[in-house]
């Protein structure tokens, strides 16, 4: 059993991303701050990302007009005080990172301070941007402001494990409920911390490496939205799940994402012999919704028996497409594409997670002390459908909320209690790490076929029966072994599993990202669908 003091901090903030930073950095005006990084600091999503954020920058664009737009996305299932927060304080979030140093691309003209592009579901153009490497500007600027500011401390290579609640407290029956800290796995010395706070963030990103096909980097399993729930908090909406309708298809390279602004910027989807077919499944054809395009190209590939589909950028502008995808374009020649000449091959594959840990404008979770933000969550904002350059936005916009709860809910926070050290007396090193990898592959490989972009009752209970054996296996390996990083994100992409096929098993229409063959209309009015832990 491990005996060594604990970490401290006045909060600590799991994932540095643009959620997590963004928290950090307005959190350390006056707190101490922890941010835990499970790889490098810019391993997770934000510095992928390519599109951009959406605000209402240009003179003709109204924040009702992006208010509309996000709950038609949404297909009416957002919660509107909370799309109308977001939309409304997109303008100081972008003039926050500009502050920061972020170069976003600037106007065409004086008059334009930004060059806003357009993507699908925007009825105008209102994304700000850096190019197409939106995601790593910011992400980049946010680190430099972090890592320069004395009150933070970042520390990467460390995989969280489970919240500190009173159930971990000495003298359990006298603690108060709520988020004490958390343990933590040390990459390095194979150690598990604990780690003691008054506030716990999580900002861990969401779950679509459950999933075999994803544009998402390794790391996005769901680790914070599963930490929740063992806690005690409801999750909701975790049926909705995004596919992006172009992942690069490439034996190369498994996750690379073609931004949704080449189609807003005039790229057409074709099938491999020259046919646009968009406009045979949406009027708005490739600026329809991501779940439109997405099933389109999912139909289009099943009814002729296809691996993937074109995104065509060939009838514009050399110079055009070189200078407003810069990043795209040298990674795509450098795998033998020129998108200049030839068109892109694409496919759909996971992309984000649009249902978590339910929580309030502030971020604030069921369990006292402990907030979600960023894609860990499910806000209100997005419904059944997350808009395009709405999940950056959400980010920065939730981060700083929640810092904002804490400062002002801090000096009546309690300290947290003695916790007990992570025990180990019980277990073993593992003899067979090959059960870990086998699940992995089972799971991502049944999830994809069965709970995927069209889904049946059927398929559901198959993937149900198969998410049960595997809970088996997983815990009675876990009560047994040592843990790795492996063998938790397993534990956790299983947990993620059962919960996604629970919430598309209890939606009975078709509804946003949720798109089921045996219920293929709407019920009314819109529900979301909310789970409840046992806390026994």
Same mark, same amino acid.
């Given at each position: 059993?491990?005996?060594?003091?604990?970490?401290?901090?006045?909060?600590?903030?799991?994932?540095?991303?643009?959620?997590?930073?963004?928290? *950090?950095?307005?959190?350390?005006?006056?707190?101490?701050?922890?941010?835990?990084?499970?790889?490098?600091?810019?391993?997770?999503?934000?510095?992928?990302?390519?599109?951009?954020?959406?605000?209402?920058?240009?003179?003709?664009? +109204?924040?009702?007009?992006?208010?509309?737009?996000?709950?038609?996305?949404?297909?009416?299932?957002?919660?509107?005080?909370?799309?109308?927060?977001?939309?409304?304080?997109?303008?100081?979030?972008?003039?926050?990172?500009?502050?920061?140093?972020?170069?976003? +691309?600037?106007?065409?003209?004086?008059?334009?301070?930004?060059?806003?592009?357009?993507?699908?579901?925007?009825?105008?153009?209102?994304?700000?941007?850096?190019?197409?490497?939106?995601?790593?500007?910011?992400?980049?600027?946010?680190?430099?402001?972090?890592?320069?500011?004395?009150?933070?401390?970042?520390?990467?290579?460390?995989? *969280?494990?489970?919240?500190? +609640?009173?159930?971990?407290?000495?003298?359990?029956?006298?603690?108060?409920?709520?988020?004490?800290?958390?343990?933590?796995?040390?990459?390095?010395?194979?150690?598990?911390?604990?780690? /003691? #706070?008054?506030?716990?963030?999580?900002? +861990?990103?969401?779950?679509?490496?459950?999933?075999?096909?994803?544009?998402?980097?390794?790391?996005?399993?769901?680790?914070?939205?599963?930490?929740?729930?063992?806690? @005690?908090?409801?999750?909701?909406?975790?049926?909705?799940?995004?596919?992006? $309708?172009?992942?690069?298809?490439?034996?190369?390279?498994?996750?690379?994402?073609?931004?949704? %602004?080449?189609?807003?910027?005039?790229?057409?989807?074709?099938?491999?012999?020259?046919?646009?077919?968009?406009?045979?499944?949406?009027?708005?054809?490739?600026? #329809?919704?991501?779940?439109?395009? *997405?099933?389109?190209?999912?139909?289009?590939?099943?009814?002729?028996?296809?691996?993937?589909?074109?995104?065509?950028?060939?009838?514009?502008?050399?110079?055009?497409?070189?200078?407003?995808? $810069?990043?795209?374009?040298?990674?795509?020649?450098?795998? @033998?594409?020129?998108?200049?000449?030839?068109?892109?091959?694409?496919?759909?594959?996971?992309?984000?997670?649009?249902?978590?840990?339910?929580?309030?404008?502030?971020?604030?979770?069921?369990?006292?002390?402990?907030?979600?933000?960023?894609?860990?969550?499910?806000?209100?904002?997005?419904?059944?459908?997350?808009?395009?350059?709405?999940?950056?936005?959400?980010?920065?916009?939730?981060?700083?909320? #929640?810092?904002?709860?804490?400062?002002?809910?801090?000096?009546?926070?309690?300290?947290?209690?003695?916790?007990?050290?992570?025990?180990?007396?019980?277990?073993?090193?593992?003899?067979?790490?090959?059960?870990?990898?086998?699940?992995?592959?089972?799971?991502?490989?049944?999830?994809?076929?069965?709970?995927?972009?069209?889904?049946?009752?059927? =398929? /559901?209970?198959?993937? %149900?029966? =198969?998410?049960? /054996?595997?809970?088996?296996?997983?815990?009675?390996?876990?009560?047994?072994?040592?843990?790795?990083?492996?063998?938790?994100?397993?534990?956790?992409?299983?947990?993620?599993?059962?919960?996604?096929?629970?919430?598309?098993?209890?939606?009975?229409?078709?509804?946003?990202?949720?798109?089921?063959?045996?219920?293929?209309?709407?019920?009314? $009015?819109?529900?979301?669908?909310?789970?409840?832990?046992?806390? *026994?």
């Amino acid at each position: 059993m491990s005996v060594e003091d604990p970490l401290t901090a006045d909060v600590v903030v799991v994932g540095s991303g643009a959620a997590g930073l963004t928290c *950090a950095i307005a959190l350390s005006e006056t707190l101490s701050v922890l941010v835990l990084s499970k790889a490098g600091i810019s391993a997770g999503s934000t510095a992928w990302a390519q599109g951009g954020i959406a605000a209402v920058l240009d003179e003709g664009d +109204t924040f009702e007009a992006h208010i509309e737009d996000t709950m038609i996305a949404g297909a009416g299932l957002n919660d509107r005080r909370i799309v109308e927060f977001v939309v409304e304080q997109a303008p100081a979030a972008i003039e926050r990172l500009a502050a920061l140093g972020v170069p976003f +691309t600037p106007g065409e003209t004086v008059s334009e301070r930004f060059h806003l592009t357009r993507e699908g579901g925007h009825r105008a153009r209102r994304i700000v941007h850096v190019d197409d490497a939106t995601g790593w500007a910011v992400q980049k600027a946010l680190e430099r402001a972090a890592l320069e500011n004395p009150r933070i401390r970042v520390m990467t290579d460390q995989v *969280a494990i489970d919240i500190a +609640t009173e159930r971990h407290a000495e003298g359990h029956g006298f603690a108060e409920r709520r988020a004490h800290g958390l343990y933590a796995l040390d990459r390095a010395s194979g150690r598990v911390r604990r780690i /003691l #706070a008054r506030a716990v963030v999580l900002a +861990t990103g969401g779950a679509s490496r459950v999933y075999r096909f994803s544009t998402n980097p390794d790391g996005s399993t769901g680790d914070g939205i599963a930490m929740a729930w063992r806690a @005690g908090c409801r999750v909701s909406n975790m049926e909705f799940n995004q596919f992006h $309708p172009t992942c690069l298809y490439n034996f190369q390279v498994k996750n690379f994402l073609i931004t949704e %602004a080449m189609r807003g910027e005039g790229g057409i989807l074709r099938t491999p012999d020259g046919r646009r077919f968009m406009p045979d499944h949406d009027p708005r054809a490739e600026l #329809a919704p991501r779940d439109i395009v *997405a099933r389109a190209i999912d139909a289009e590939m099943k009814r002729a028996g296809l691996d993937f589909v074109h995104l065509d950028m060939t009838h514009l502008p050399e110079g055009f497409v070189e200078s407003h995808f $810069p990043t795209i374009v040298e990674r795509l020649r450098a795998l @033998g594409i020129d998108p200049v000449t030839e068109p892109i091959p694409v496919v759909p594959a996971a992309h984000y997670t649009c249902g978590g840990v339910l929580v309030d404008r502030h971020g604030r979770t069921d369990l006292p002390g402990l907030y979600a933000i960023g894609e860990v969550s499910q806000s209100g904002l997005h419904g059944a459908n997350r808009m395009a350059s709405n999940s950056l936005l959400e980010c920065l916009v939730f981060g700083a909320s #929640a810092a904002d709860d804490i400062l002002a809910r801090f000096a009546e926070t309690p300290p947290p209690p003695a916790i007990r050290p992570w025990d180990e007396s019980r277990v073993t090193d593992s003899d067979e790490e090959v059960v870990v990898s086998h699940n992995w592959a089972e799971l991502r490989r049944f999830m994809w076929n069965y709970v995927g972009i069209v889904r049946t009752d059927r =398929r /559901l209970e198959r993937a %149900a029966r =198969r998410v049960e /054996l595997l809970r088996e296996e997983v815990d009675h390996y876990y009560g047994r072994f040592r843990v790795t990083p492996n063998l938790l994100e397993l534990r956790n992409v299983v947990e993620v599993a059962d919960l996604i096929v629970r919430s598309a098993q209890s939606r009975k229409e078709s509804r946003g990202l949720h798109y089921t063959t045996d219920y293929p209309g709407l019920s009314d $009015p819109p529900r979301d669908t909310i789970l409840y832990p046992s806390r *026994a």
